[in-house]
């Protein structure tokens, strides 16, 4: 009889210790539970509020601004000058005349891209590389500005002047690299301040600098969800090069289609690469010497899953 009620005793012992193992298990999964929903929760408010839509392409007006082609996407541009409205009827107010440059724009990893380009203006083909350093967001962590890098090389293919001289590849090789530095301050505005170093290996004459600085500032006022106001301007420090051109001075409209983005501009510079256009720019607003241009982006996802993901 002892034996009977100490095995039923035991039965019931198991039963409870069963019970009570079930019950701890069916806890420590709802703890987990509960924790998993607060990091989660934790975590997208440590999320980084990154700031979208500074400027609507990779450059202003003529400038680079710091926005960059998403991540596995590649961009087309399509850019043309045509010639001085002060030409009159005869030129049909310089469109008889034009400059083009097309180029293709590849993003990586969202915080960099690469270009290359041919422009018909001295036969200049040119390679760069966009870094974003900092990009503007707020939340936990306030970054109040994006900051960017970019390096250009250029490389002239004129047939040489003199062929009976000693020509060097070199000579025609030119730089230039900048620090943008943007913010947008509302939905309407953002603004780019562009300090720029410009080297060419070769200069017309001795007295002419190969080392150039500039600094430049750009500007966006929005007008609409798919239209925004221009301005830009590059100013040249003193030195020969200041004395024989002029600073160069930009504006234009910006109109996004769908996939496409146009950038409808006026400028006295009729150049698209940085060393041009801030170094050689020899027209004057007063005097008419202003050149009507356009800028055309397609993009074209190159690994749409990556893309989308991006």
């Not at 040249?236 to 504006?251: A, D």
Request: net charge positive; with cysteine.
């Amino acid at each position: 009889m002892d034996c009977k009620w100490c095995s039923r005793k035991l039965i019931l012992m198991k039963k409870i210790f069963f019970l009570f193992l079930l019950v701890s298990i069916t806890k420590v999964f709802a703890f987990s539970q509960d924790l998993d929903h607060i990091l989660n929760e934790l975590n997208q408010d440590q999320s980084p509020d990154y700031v979208y839509g500074t400027f609507k392409g990779t450059s202003i007006i003529n400038g680079q601004s710091v926005e960059i082609p998403g991540n596995a996407d590649l961009n087309f541009v399509m850019s043309h000058r045509f010639g001085a409205v002060n030409q009159g009827v005869y030129n049909f107010f310089g469109l008889d005349q034009a400059s083009a440059r097309f180029g293709f724009e590849y993003g990586l990893k969202n915080f960099a891209s690469l270009s290359i380009g041919r422009n018909s203006f001295d036969k200049v083909y040119d390679g760069a590389v966009k870094l974003r350093i900092l990009r503007q967001q707020t939340g936990m962590k306030n970054i109040p500005i994006t900051l960017a890098v970019y390096s250009a090389f250029y490389i002239e293919s004129l047939k040489w002047a003199n062929e009976n001289r000693e020509n060097y590849f070199s000579s025609r090789l030119s730089y230039a690299s900048q620090i943008l530095i943007a913010r947008k301050f509302n939905q309407q505005f953002s603004l780019q301040i562009t300090p720029t170093f410009i080297h060419k290996n070769l200069v017309p004459k001795p007295v002419d600098q190969n080392n150039i600085y500039s600094l430049g500032i750009g500007g966006r006022y929005k007008l609409s969800r798919k239209i925004s106001l221009n301005g830009e301007y590059f100013y040249l420090f003193p030195g020969e090069t200041s004395k024989n051109y002029s600073n160069s001075l930009s504006f234009g409209v910006d109109i996004e289609t769908g996939g496409h983005v146009f950038q409808l501009q006026f400028s006295n510079s009729q150049m698209m690469f940085a060393r041009g256009f801030i170094t050689e720019t020899s027209g004057q607003w007063s005097d008419g010497d202003i050149y009507f241009g356009f800028n055309l982006y397609r993009v074209f996802p190159v690994n749409r899953k990556r893309s989308l993901k991006s």
